[in-house]
């Protein structure tokens, strides 16, 4: 611009003889703005360029506003309802559905109609999405449904659909934490949902993941429910005493006597025990030679209030037994018998069994006899 207010008279009919008598000063002060207006040409059509090859900047321009956007999910949410809350599926119209919707746009969704949803049908809409189109659902959809159908009584199709995403037997949405072991993950993903169910349905949905956790998968299966069950405890997720039964007893059969002990303590705070609960743990106790502990917590069992039955007393007995602990053993089963608890066979086979590897012969005689006058032949 410089430039064109010192030569007012330059134009494009100027000629070589014009330049020529331009003076040295002149001619630099040209030059310099000559080299401005390059560079700034050059800046313009370098973002001119940028801006037609950067996908962002695109995504940007074509991106479409909020009030769109939110319609474009009202009318989504309004047609997966009306689809879902049928009695049965409606196959070409489900069809169209998974065509034009993303997993991610699902996971966001769900969760704002569930209550509307039939769940035996969002059942055959997961296995036809699945099966059918490889529709890959979110974790937090799966333990969606599972919960949906536990909430209407439908325990065994919840299991089936938790047992095949843990054996990675339907497709699922990767997630940011890949890393981890997915049957823990699934756990997690089950403890985020625990504020969309009331509390009896929370203990269903801890019920069956425990529950499946340790008949499925074995010895694994223990240490995992046993790694999960804090996770769920700590969402107000408290299994029955009869799943927290099972996790004790699995733990035992599997000689993880120590963790039986931890998880007790785990369930004694959001659960009271029964006499199958403190019986499972005493027998933990006696089976790792911590006879003491077993006593002691036998003693807190009948301040409790809860009466042991004659498990109870046998397991008591057997470790008094195995500490050579005789005497005490004799007090205990003297004791069951004043409760009004009759000893059975098992009792008596571990007294004789018990006197006898500690060659006292006369007192193993005498339960003998005892055993015989109650019915017990040898």
Do not use: W
């Amino acid at each position: 611009m410089a430039a064109l207010l010192y030569f007012p008279k330059i134009s494009s009919e100027v000629t070589s003889s014009h330049f020529l008598s331009l003076s040295p000063m002149d001619l630099r002060r040209l030059s310099r703005a000559s080299y401005f207006f390059t560079r700034r040409l050059k800046s313009i059509e370098y973002a001119r360029k940028s801006f037609h090859t950067s996908p962002y900047l695109q995504q940007q321009l074509h991106r479409p506003d909020k009030s769109e956007e939110a319609s474009s999910d009202r009318h989504l949410r309004e047609r997966l309802s009306a689809a879902l809350s049928r009695r049965s599926l409606d196959y070409e119209q489900c069809k169209q559905l998974i065509t034009i919707l993303s997993p991610h746009e699902f996971d966001r969704l769900f969760p704002d109609f569930r209550s509307k949803v039939n769940p035996k049908t969002a059942l055959d809409f997961f296995r036809l999405a699945s099966d059918s189109f490889s529709f890959s659902f979110s974790l937090r959809s799966y333990c969606l449904l599972i919960g949906l159908l536990l909430d209407a009584n439908l325990a065994s199709p919840a299991r089936i659909v938790l047992i095949r995403l843990i054996n990675g037997n339907v497709p699922v949405l990767p997630s940011a934490n890949d890393s981890r072991d997915s049957r823990f993950a699934i756990a997690e993903a089950m403890a985020s949902l625990s504020l969309c169910f009331d509390q009896g349905n929370r203990s269903k949905m801890s019920d069956l993941l425990i529950g499946v956790y340790c008949t499925q998968l074995n010895r694994a299966g223990c240490y995992l429910a046993l790694d999960i069950f804090p996770l769920l405890a700590s969402k107000g997720m408290f299994p029955s005493k009869t799943t927290c039964n099972i996790l004790l007893t699995s733990l035992v059969r599997a000689k993880e006597f120590q963790k039986c002990c931890e998880a007790f303590e785990v369930v004694c705070k959001g659960v009271s025990p029964d006499v199958y609960l403190f019986t499972t743990v005493i027998n933990a106790f006696c089976k790792r030679g911590r006879v003491e502990e077993a006593i002691e917590l036998f003693s807190e069992m009948e301040e409790a209030g809860v009466a042991p039955n004659v498990v109870t007393y046998n397991n008591v007995i057997d470790g008094l037994g195995m500490s050579g602990r005789y005497d005490e053993a004799f007090m205990f089963k003297e004791k069951m018998v004043e409760k009004g608890v009759e000893p059975t066979l098992i009792t008596y086979s571990i007294l004789v069994k018990g006197l006898t590897k500690a060659k006292r012969i006369d007192d193993a005689y005498c339960v003998l006899k005892e055993m015989t006058e109650k019915g017990f032949p040898p």
